[in-house]
């Protein structure tokens, strides 16, 4: 078959997602193919072939195409209409039916002339019309370019925009040059979409370019997906051989580890292999670690009784576990409370926290914003995010946290719950921030999920056996229910206990074969039985949680969120945008410039077309944020993934069972991880035999880390206290020791924070 060429100008853009659209020609013609930027009103000749197409039926489906500005007067009044501010189709028409052919050059070269001749364009307006048509000369140049380096590679427009922002005309140069070097530079620029630009320009498989990017594209994201701060040097080379299809020789391989090495981008200790900056954070960490361990702490709390006050608001006094983890907490600068749901960890913090002196500052934080209301609501003392406690602020490449070595926490104690959700990167930010003298008491529970990112910090403090630690295990609950009682059970290898005769329970089995079968049944619980039978809102009070973020897997995240969506939400959509107004979200990365946090749950309270802005209403804490309605993070919240509610409780959960959610991820610590989750009721549906197969599934990912080794070895020492810089002062006010500053040019003295919003104008 031979190729066919057809020419017009692009009327309408169909489809347009990661530089692949679909559109129609003036003509009629439908094309599809590769296009970084299609322009409506821009002429193209397209050269491919006639396919037929089930939805948009006869399209030529093209291999290349070239472009030029229109001529016709039609395509240049679209063009102009489609591209620059304040020119509708009626100044459009003026403009043509005034300089014909000429249109573009004109509004481009003499600003000065529309202006005076154009009813409707004043002289300002005129000269940004001029801007706009040649900076869009140029990036349609630079887009031909690009476009030529990119042929039939899938890349999205938003890193394809980033890169032409950074490098401007010279990114085709510098991408030929070395398209691995924007793999570090350019974020969404991953190894694939380099090794492809890179293999179709001649690039040789066996090249120390390519070797080093792939072995360096394994550690991160080994590090990143799995946890990993360091691998084997053999595990190393056998992903690297695989990633490379096993093209290059595995001494090649071994070179391009020697010479990362050599570069100091990597570190081989022991015969693992870490990244630079891994390596450094896990070293800092230990040695901070010690500091705090051997320094004298600024406060000892005094137990006068062993007591706590229940939710009734009734003493009780503490078990004999609890007794003996109070009395470990005062001797220990720093130290682990760890134990299952139940077995009165917050009870033990609270008496502790009650124990230390009017004057010491405690803080309490989390690594999510629900473990952290649910923390104030246990404690009844102020808790906030680790992040939060850390003050971020936005910098030119992302955000840094404003307390660190040289601008510490005023705190002497610092209490972290859910600390098995911490990764290294946001120990090493909390340790940094510590000054010797703070005690650190971390919380959590090892049976749960490990942190998303790279780290094992509470399981490798707690294997080091260099911090002292106590795991609770009774249970102190007179009447704990099936919830407390399945999580130790799943927690010791044993089946759930299921008695669905009892209405006033805690834990339900719903018996379901199929997965459109369980998928209808959630859709029923959640809308319908749940809310009334409890008098709770579907939104607020019900969460759904699946293994499987696939959308091709019938009981994952979003073909669970399409039913509920469709079944919760009758607002009607906005244009093509998955969301509507009134949907669930969920924050999938930290956007600190807004105050939203990875893992921040919301309600969509409108959609502004016009400013293309979505506002959300985040909880815990509340706050409205408006967001970019399409560049956004957001994704649907009806259901999630265990990870992702990881450190969150809900009234009620309900949790889809079945052989087609991946055996890698349904484990036992991911059973227990999701029944934890629900405060008062939790719902199984599916299949009951499928709960002891996935309970006796005890194979966890082993994490390659080295701080429980750091920890142990003595040749590390402890941080040297004059290199944390303690630049607290004791406020005039209120006496206490905390960081100082001048909050009006009327005063002469510095003052902490909490002084100054008390009184303003406090007389000195």
Same mark, same amino acid.
């Given at each position: ?13 169909? &489809? ?8 129609k020609l003036d003509t009629g013609i ?14 193209? @000749? ?29 395509g240049i009044r679209l063009y102009l ?24 050059? #004109? !509004? ?5 002339? /529309? ?33 030529e380096l990119f042929q039939g590679v ?62 360096? +594209? ?46 100091? @981008? ?58 003996? $983890? ?8 720093? +130290? /682990? ?14 008496? #502790? ?45 992302? &955000?840094? &946290? ?34 010797? %003298? ?18 094992? #910090? ?8 260099? /911090? ?18 399945? !999580?130790?059970?799943?927690? $010791? %290898? ?13 834990? +339900? ?47 994952? !995240? ?25 949907? @669930? ?15 921040? /749950? ?15 209403? +985040? ?30 409780? $809900? ?78 002062? @004791? ?9 100082? $500053? ?9 003052? !902490? ?12």
């Amino acid at each position: 078959m031979k190729p066919t060429t057809v020419e017009g100008t692009l009327s309408r853009i169909t &489809f347009n997602r990661d530089n692949y659209f679909i559109g129609k020609l003036d003509t009629g013609i439908g094309v599809k193919g590769n296009m970084l930027s299609p322009q409506v009103g821009m002429s193209y @000749k397209f050269t491919g072939y006639i396919i037929t197409d089930p939805k948009w039926g006869d399209t030529l489906k093209f291999d290349s195409f070239e472009t030029s500005y229109p001529t016709g007067m039609g395509g240049i009044r679209l063009y102009l209409a489609e591209n620059c501010d304040w020119i509708g189709l009626e100044i459009s028409k003026r403009l043509v039916n005034t300089y014909g052919k000429d249109t573009l050059q #004109i !509004c481009k070269e003499d600003p000065d002339r /529309i202006a005076r001749e154009i009813r409707g364009l004043t002289l300002d307006r005129a000269e940004r019309v001029s801007e706009m048509l040649v900076a869009n000369e140029k990036r349609e140049v630079l887009q031909i370019a690009m476009n030529e380096l990119f042929q039939g590679v899938r890349i999205s427009k938003r890193t394809l925009n980033t890169i032409m922002d950074e490098y401007g005309s010279k990114a085709p140069e510098l991408i030929r040059a070395n398209p691995y070097s924007l793999i570090e530079e350019v974020r969404g620029f991953g190894f694939k979409t380099a090794d492809a630009v890179a293999m179709k320009a001649g690039y040789a498989v066996d090249g120390m370019p390519r070797i080093r990017a792939a072995i360096r +594209f394994v550690l991160e994201s080994e590090a990143h997906g799995f946890g990993h701060t360091a691998m084997p040097r053999g595990v190393l080379v056998g992903k690297v051989s695989n990633l490379l299809s096993s093209q290059v020789p595995r001494d090649k391989l071994q070179e391009g580890i020697e010479f990362g090495i050599k570069a100091g @981008k990597e570190i081989d200790k022991d015969d693992l292999i870490s990244i630079n900056t891994l390596f450094d954070k896990e070293l800092d960490v230990a040695r901070r670690l010690k500091a705090l361990l051997k320094a004298k702490p600024r406060y000892t709390p005094y137990v006068e009784d062993y007591t706590t006050t229940n939710a009734e608001g009734e003493t009780v006094p503490l078990a004999e576990d609890q007794r003996a $983890a109070v009395d470990k907490m005062v001797e220990s600068n720093v +130290f /682990i409370l760890t134990g299952a749901p139940g077995v009165g960890k917050t009870a033990s913090i609270q008496c #502790i926290i009650n124990s230390f002196p009017a004057g010491a500052l405690v803080a309490l934080a989390a690594p999510t914003g629900k473990a952290a209301k649910r923390m104030y609501e246990l404690c009844k003392s102020e808790a906030s995010t680790i992040h939060r406690l850390l003050k971020p602020e936005k910098v030119k490449d992302g &955000f840094r &946290f404003t307390h660190n070595e040289k601008n510490t926490l005023s705190d002497d104690v610092v209490i972290i719950d859910e600390a098995s959700m911490v990764n290294i990167n946001l120990m090493h930010s909390l340790m940094r921030a510590l000054t010797p %003298g703070t005690r650190l008491i971390l919380i959590g529970d090892v049976y749960q999920l490990p942190a998303i990112g790279p780290g094992n #910090i509470l399981k490798d403090c707690i294997h080091s056996c260099e /911090i002292p630690c106590v795991e609770l295990t009774t249970i102190k609950r007179q009447d704990p229910g099936l919830i407390t009682r399945n !999580c130790h059970r799943i927690k $010791a %290898g044993k089946n759930i206990l299921v008695e669905n005769s009892n209405h006033d329970g805690d834990f +339900f089995f719903v018996r379901r074969e199929g997965e459109a079968e369980i998928k209808a049944t959630i859709k029923n619980l959640v809308t319908q039985r749940l809310p009334a039978r409890y008098g709770v809102d579907p939104l607020a009070d019900i969460q759904v949680l699946s293994a499987m973020k696939k959308a091709t897997n019938p009981l994952g !995240c979003p073909q669970l969120n399409e039913v509920l969506q469709a079944a919760l939400n009758k607002n009607p959509p906005v244009g093509k945008l998955r969301f509507r107004r009134g949907d @669930k979200v969920i924050q999938t990365k930290n956007d600190y410039s807004r105050d939203i946090i990875n893992g921040d /749950i919301g309600i969509i309270l409108d959609i502004d077309r016009s400013a293309k802005e979505i506002e959300v209403q +985040f909880s815990t804490p509340d706050r409205f944020v408006k967001v970019p309605m399409l560049d956004n993070e957001l994704e649907l919240a009806y259901a999630i993934t265990v990870h992702k509610f990881q450190g969150s409780e $809900a009234p009620i959960v309900v949790i889809p069972i079945h052989k087609c959610l991946s055996q890698f991820v349904t484990q036992r610590n991911w059973a227990y991880t999701s029944v934890s989750r629900a405060q008062k009721v939790c719902v199984l549906v599916g299949q009951l035999e499928e709960v002891k197969k996935i309970i006796g599934r005890n194979r966890q990912q082993k994490r390659w880390t080295r701080l429980e080794k750091m920890l142990i070895d003595k040749a590390i020492k402890p941080l040297a206290p004059a290199t944390i810089i303690d630049n607290r002062a @004791k406020c005039p006010k209120c006496k206490m020791m905390k960081h100082l $500053a001048h909050y009006s040019p009327f005063h002469e003295k510095n003052i !902490c924070a909490e002084c100054f919003t008390e009184t303003e104008t406090w007389d000195w």
